[in-house]
Each structure stands twice: as structure tokens, then as C-alpha cells.
């Protein structure tokens, strides 16, 4: 037992910055971006990566905070994820005092293109493409015609939103993203029927329609250009890229079901060796990582759900070694613990996203999804590594020097007597609420009770002596 106090101790001192309670990340943006032109690169997998949108959150409102000249998005993707980038646009961005501006260099697809409608101003790479805005599940397939129709009835207030805000043409942005009727622009120059997408070329996008661009406000060639076409300072200009924390912090977000498996698989090693060694270490390594991060990251990994996750600790280290048996503390402390880990990944900006009924645009899905997901996968694989530990782990050099192989004569003093009184009859000395004393023979011993309770004096008959507990069951 007081190796599982220094193991508690050791975590709570690790994890002391959690501070109970708060629900500010650790880590803080580092960049002044005071009278800077911010620039963010959305690469070809960025919107498939749930992460680069929690920074893309955090730049943008450190951006506003610090009085940032402008912010441009340098977009060349094929699409990504359709809720986030709808969140970016819709939530995060229209709080922008300061100047947003897309450039299209060259591939703004899908939720690409969602994010050039979402900015003040739109340029076009000479070879630059924009629109397919048409909503795919994640893997690229269609949806079900039911889900299709909740969708898209959603994002036509989308639609209406950002063409209120941005002054867009909104049935540009219809022709991109629906299927459901013909649309004609700049005199008819450029055409869509009801069974296409729009996507236009950079020449298309500044052509005249109703007297102003049709989306686009420009032709550039490179990102200088565009800051010339804005009259902004290239020397302002810098690249808001992760590093230092925030790196570290998206790391263990990616990584956090590896942490998770290996802080579970060191802490069920722990209960199986003697003493405090190298799995403590491990286990407390892991999850002081994952915590730690995670509050980095922006999630919810804040004070209040280390204390619900050392609590759960505490009552598997009750149930293991002081009150064995009755499986409700060991029962109540996985659940606590499995609430804290999956709690403790959720995206904080996502659940407040979530919170506002009015304005949020994610379920509960999107909430706890990959949370989920990700102590499922820790978890099963702890489970399976910890399966092949205890076939094979007998013959592993290292526990093999934490045991011995002797063999024990009879007579020394060390040999366990407890083999013997399995299948013995006991009369119960004391109540059994799961454990107390037991007579069997002429002597007195500590006992369990395999059905969690016993009254004083009931027959019971020794069904398991493992060396550490002896359990009876009622005859």
C-alpha cells in the first residue's frame, strides 16, 4: 500500500500545474502579433487534421487580442472536415475586426473554398481553382439522401450567413455547394446546370457580375503580390506555424491513445510486481504527459478531471489491497477513470461551439467522437499487450529478475500454509462486509467473502487461498 501513496504523490506533484478549477490552457501563444500580417498555410491535409483548426482558433483570437494588421489564409487543399470549417467561418472569423484575405494558390476544393468565402478579400493564383463545395462524409462518399437533406438545409443558412457578412454572391456560393438548379453569371459567360458543381477557373473568378467581381478581387502570383494588391508591409509578415509548446501540444493530442495504453498496460505491470520500479515510472511518465498536454492543446484536461482521474486510482488501489472483493470501488473508480480520460480530450472550443444552441454547429458527435475513439483504441490495446505480457512475461529477462524460481523445502519457514485449507469447512468469527475473521480447525485467519457480505457464525466452506487472501464462500 505505501508504494501506491508514493505513486499518487509522485502524479499529483507532476500534475500540479493543472490547477483545479480553471479552464485556461497552459500553454500560451508565444508570437506577438502586434502590427504583424499573419500568415496561415492551409496545406493539402490541413483540414482533415481537427488540430490545425483549434490553432487556426488560437492564432485568430490572439490576432484580434494583440492588434494584428491582417491575417491571409495561403490555401491549397482538396477539402476536409465540413462541421470545423463551417465553425471557422461562421463563429470564429466574423469577430475579425482586422482584415481577413484568401489566396488561392492554386486549389481552394470543397471546405477550401469555405474558407476563401469566409474572408474580406479573395485572390486567385493564376492557375488557381475554386468551388466543388458539394458535402461528403469523411471518406469521400455520398450521404444517404435523409442525412444529405439535413445537411445541406444546414448549410444554406450557412450560405445566407456569409454572404450577409462578406458581401458574397449567395448564389455562387449555391452553385458551389448544391446540385438543385441552374445558375448563369457574368453574362453568361460562365454556366452551371443542375446536375453540376461550380468550380471556377482564376480568369472566371474576377470576371463582372451585377456590377462587381464575381468572387475573386485579383490575380496574384505569389504571396508578395497579394500583399502588394493590399498595401500591406512585407516586413510585417510573418508565418504562424505551430512550435515550442504548441508543437508539443498537438503531438500528445495525436498521440494520446499510445499514452493512454502505455500509462494503463504500466499501471496493471505495477499491480503485478513487487515494489515501486520501472512501471510506476512508466505509468506516471504517460499520463502526466497526456494531462499535461492535452491542457496544452486546448482540451478540457483541467484540475478538477485529474482529481476525478486520481480518485478513480485511489478507489482501484482500495479494491486491489485494502477492501478486496466487493468490486463497487473497482467498479465506480474504472468508470471515474475512463470519464476523466475521455473528458479530458474533449476540445474546449468544440464544447462551447456545443453550448451555444443558437450559434454552434456541432453535436454531440463531434464532441465526444474522438475522444471516445481514441480511449477505445488506448484501452483495447492495453488490454491485448497486457494479455501477451502475462503469457510470455515469466520468460522476459527483467521480470524474471523481479522473482524467484527456488524451490522451497517444506520446513524452512517460508513455504505458504494457506494451499492446504482450500475446500476446508470455517465458521465466520465476525460479520464478512467483505472481510473479516474466520475459525477453521483449531486457528483464526483473515477472510474474504466471495458473495460480499456474511453474518457472524454462518458455516463457510475455503474456496481460493492465493498466498495473499484467503476466500470463503457460504456451503
Request: aromatic share 10%; net charge negative; proline share 4%.
Amino acid at each position: 500500500m505505501k508504494k501506491w501513496m508514493r505513486v499518487l504523490l509522485v502524479l499529483a506533484a507532476m500534475l500540479s500545474g493543472l490547477h483545479a478549477g480553471t479552464e485556461e490552457p497552459l500553454a500560451k501563444e508565444s508570437e506577438d502579433f502586434t502590427n504583424k500580417v499573419i500568415w496561415l498555410k492551409v496545406g493539402e491535409k490541413s483540414l482533415m487534421n481537427k488540430h490545425s483548426f483549434k490553432y487556426w482558433r488560437n492564432v485568430l483570437k490572439q490576432a484580434e487580442a494583440q492588434g494584428a494588421t491582417a491575417v491571409i489564409f495561403d490555401i491549397d487543399t482538396p477539402g476536409g472536415y465540413a462541421a470545423e470549417t463551417a465553425d471557422l467561418i461562421t463563429r470564429v472569423m466574423p469577430e475579425l475586426t482586422i482584415r481577413s484575405i484568401a489566396f488561392v494558390n492554386p486549389e481552394a476544393t470543397s471546405a477550401g473554398s469555405m474558407i476563401a468565402f469566409g474572408c474580406d478579400k479573395i485572390y486567385m493564383h493564376p492557375r488557381g481553382t475554386i468551388g466543388s463545395t458539394g458535402i461528403v462524409n469523411g471518406t469521400g462518399a455520398e450521404i444517404e439522401p435523409v442525412m444529405r437533406a439535413k445537411i445541406e438545409s444546414l448549410f444554406q443558412s450557412y450560405v445566407k450567413i456569409v454572404a450577409k457578412e462578406r458581401g458574397r454572391n449567395p448564389d455562387v456560393m449555391k452553385a458551389m455547394m448544391f446540385r438543385d438548379q441552374e445558375f448563369s453569371f457574368a453574362d453568361g459567360k460562365v454556366t452551371v446546370s443542375d446536375k453540376e458543381l461550380l468550380n471556377l477557373i482564376a480568369d472566371e473568378a474576377i470576371m463582372v457580375h451585377d456590377g462587381k467581381p464575381l468572387l475573386a478581387d485579383g490575380i496574384c502570383e505569389d504571396i508578395d503580390a497579394v500583399l502588394v494588391a493590399e498595401g500591406l508591409d512585407k516586413t510585417t509578415l510573418v508565418s504562424a506555424e505551430p512550435r515550442g509548446f504548441q508543437a508539443f501540444a498537438q503531438w500528445v493530442g495525436l498521440v494520446s491513445p499510445i499514452l493512454i495504453s502505455v500509462g494503463a498496460l504500466a499501471l496493471f505491470m505495477e499491480f503485478k510486481t513487487p515494489g515501486f520500479g520501472v512501471f510506476g515510472v512508466i505509468a506516471m511518465l504517460a499520463f502526466g504527459l497526456f494531462f499535461v498536454g492535452n491542457n496544452m492543446d486546448g482540451n478540457l484536461a483541467t484540475g478538477w478531471l485529474f482529481v476525478l482521474f486520481m480518485a478513480g486510482v485511489v478507489l482501484l488501489i482500495l479494491e486491489f489491497f485494502v477492501i478486496p472483493g466487493t468490486f463497487i470501488a473497482g467498479a465506480v473508480g474504472v468508470l471515474m477513470i475512463l470519464a476523466s480520460l475521455m473528458l479530458a480530450m474533449v476540445d474546449m472550443d468544440v464544447y462551447e461551439s456545443f453550448k451555444d444552441k443558437e450559434g454552434g454547429v456541432f453535436g454531440l458527435k463531434a464532441v465526444f467522437g474522438f475522444p471516445l475513439i481514441y480511449v477505445s483504441v488506448g484501452l483495447t490495446c492495453s488490454l491485448v499487450l497486457s494479455a501477451i505480457l502475462m503469457r510470455f512475461v515469466p520468460s522476459v529477462p527483467m521480470y524474471d529478475r523481479l522473482t524467484s524460481r527456488a524451490n522451497l523445502e517444506a520446513g524452512t519457514g517460508v513455504e505458504h500454509p494457506f494451499s492446504e485449507l482450500v475446500g476446508k469447512v470455517a465458521i465466520t468469527k465476525t460479520p464478512l462486509a467483505p472481510s473479516g475473521k474466520v475459525s477453521i480447525e483449531h486457528g483464526q485467519y483473515d477472510a474474504v467473502a466471495r458473495s460480499g457480505y456474511v453474518e457472524a457464525g454462518v458455516e463457510v466452506e475455503v474456496v481460493e487461498a492465493d498466498g495473499m487472501r484467503i476466500v470463503v464462500d457460504v456451503v
